[in-house]
């Protein structure tokens, strides 16, 4: 009866496994089509602004939002877009904030990546290196000011925000606090073009959670599963009382920093190395090598995907720009000051 209930236990585990790859390789899949998409309207000159790409860094970003719940708060970084797409942004609020439609959660009022939806937990990124933390750090200190519990706050950062100002002040407010907080550092090997050499003297990232007095994890950030089993147990932890919990993500950038960018700097050795390897093609083979899906489902998802990505951009081109002459250009959050009859002395 035992061994019956431990292969029974096994084969939920494997079933539990399979849906939960399937699940973040299709949001990995569509954010990776909506970027190139991006990609190619930058280059044809429909995008005014940068365009930041997260190829490689899909994995460790869509695991992120997948470890998180409703009610929960992610604050995504410039190459997370699988993970916003996990946590529940449309591709509307994508392609319309890049490429400035009126209807968007900006209102045209900024492109690229500074977009979100805070009422719902998806923070609007600062573009400073490690701002967010701070931010998210004082979002879950002021849900314990209300009496709000179990909520989990998660911030992801590259390996250049560690050695801001922002990184060490907001981790040290969540561990002496014992947030809930959770850190994503997506090592990518270079700060734009500045390699981790000329960044940080430690050994591994990882041993800085020792001096915060947080718990520290380390992962392979292209293998889809390691992702969604390391996260999966850093929110738990977080959640169950266990404080901030710092995640360290090694993988390479599999692009520039922005599509302005060649990345000419980064090193041919690391390309050709275990860190170089596409993450969602390492998931793709992982899917067949299982039998968890076939060959000709993979390429209906592709299809699926693009004809998703194809629609929010046509129905985002037909849509109108902001008209400074017309408009009300106050900021949106403070609206009700001008409504209210307040007008500048």
């Not at 179990?150 to 606090?177: C, K, Q």
């Not at 050795?269 to 596409?278: Q, V």
């Not at 067949?288 to 209906?300: D, G, R």
Request: proline fraction near 4%; aromatic fraction near 6%.
């Amino acid at each position: 009866m035992v061994q019956a209930t431990a292969v029974s236990t096994a084969s939920a585990d494997t079933s539990d496994l399979k849906a939960r790859f399937l699940t973040a390789f299709r949001w990995m899949l569509l954010a990776r089509v909506v970027e190139e998409k991006l990609a190619a309207l930058y280059r044809g000159g429909k995008i005014t602004g940068g365009v930041f790409l997260g190829k490689g860094q899909e994995a460790l970003s869509v695991a992120t939002a997948m470890a998180l719940r409703k009610g929960d708060v992610f604050a995504p970084l410039i190459r997370d877009q699988a993970g916003r797409l996990a946590f529940g942004e449309t591709l509307l609020d994508c392609t319309r904030t890049y490429m400035g439609s009126r209807l968007g959660p900006m209102r045209g009022r900024d492109g690229n990546v500074h977009r979100g939806r805070p009422k719902e937990g998806l923070m609007a990124m600062i573009s400073h290196l490690g701002a967010m933390l701070p931010v998210v750090a004082g979002t879950l200190l002021a849900r314990r000011f209300r009496g709000v519990e179990g909520t989990v706050g998660a911030v992801n950062l590259g390996d250049g925000a560690t050695s801001t100002g922002a990184f060490h002040e907001g981790l040290n407010l969540a561990a002496v606090e014992k947030l809930p907080l959770v850190l994503v550092v997506a090592n990518n090997q270079y700060a734009y073009s500045t390699p981790t050499s000329r960044q940080f003297a430690c050994e591994d990232l990882v041993d800085k959670a020792v001096g915060y007095g947080v718990a520290g994890h380390s992962v392979d950030g292209t293998n889809l599963e390691a992702c969604l089993d390391v996260l999966d147990r850093a929110v738990t932890a977080a959640r169950t009382g266990g404080g901030p919990q710092l995640v360290i993500a090694s993988l390479l950038r599999l692009v520039g920093h922005g599509e302005h960018d060649d990345a000419g700097y980064v090193d041919p050795a690391l390309r050709k190395s275990p860190l170089g390897a596409d993450c969602l093609e390492l998931a793709e083979q992982r899917l067949l090598h299982e039998n968890w899906t076939t060959s000709s489902a993979l390429h209906e998802m592709q299809q699926d995907a693009q004809r998703q990505v194809e629609e929010a951009v046509a129905t985002t081109l037909r849509e109108p720009l902001p008209d400074p002459d017309t408009e009300d250009w106050c900021p949106l959050a403070t609206r009700h000051l001008c409504e209210g009859g307040y007008s500048p002395t």
